[in-house]
């Protein structure tokens, strides 16, 4: 079982910046994939961003070249820094886990985290 909190979120003006991170209870360095939801008002939740247990980073279209993904494995966290924001980056924030045990991969979430862009 994996716990996760995030922290990071808030009130920001468009074209402004803010850095989420995704502390989890145990090691990262072999959960499978880590990545950042979010959940804006009346919409599904969408991937964001992850990043597998080999490093490799996976963007939605729409953050391509403002966000980054990063991970601290040392400190068991996942960070992401939204650069040049939007107000349509508005929206709650989830990390999410994917580790996997006897071929059987599992889901956890964190308790998510608002983002608001607005002016």
């Known amino acids: 079982q994996v716990q996760l909190v995030e922290s990071g979120g808030g009130l920001v003006q468009p074209g402004g910046s803010l850095r989420l991170s995704c502390a989890a209870s145990?090691?990262?360095?072999?959960?499978?994939?880590m990545g950042w939801y979010r959940q804006a008002p009346g919409k599904g939740r969408e991937l964001v961003a992850n990043?597998?247990?080999?490093?490799?980073?996976n963007y939605a279209d729409s953050v391509k070249g403002r966000f980054t993904i990063s991970r601290d494995i040392s400190k068991n966290t996942v960070y992401l820094q939204m650069n040049s924001l939007k107000p349509e980056d508005t929206a709650v924030y989830y990390c999410?886990?994917?580790?996997?045990?006897?071929?059987?991969?599992?889901?956890?979430w964190g308790q998510g985290t608002q983002v608001t862009v607005s002016s």
């Open positions: 999410n886990a994917k580790p996997v045990l006897l071929a059987i991969e599992y889901d956890y």
């Open positions: 145990r090691s990262i360095f072999s959960i499978n994939i």
């Open positions: 990043i597998t247990s080999g490093g490799t980073k």
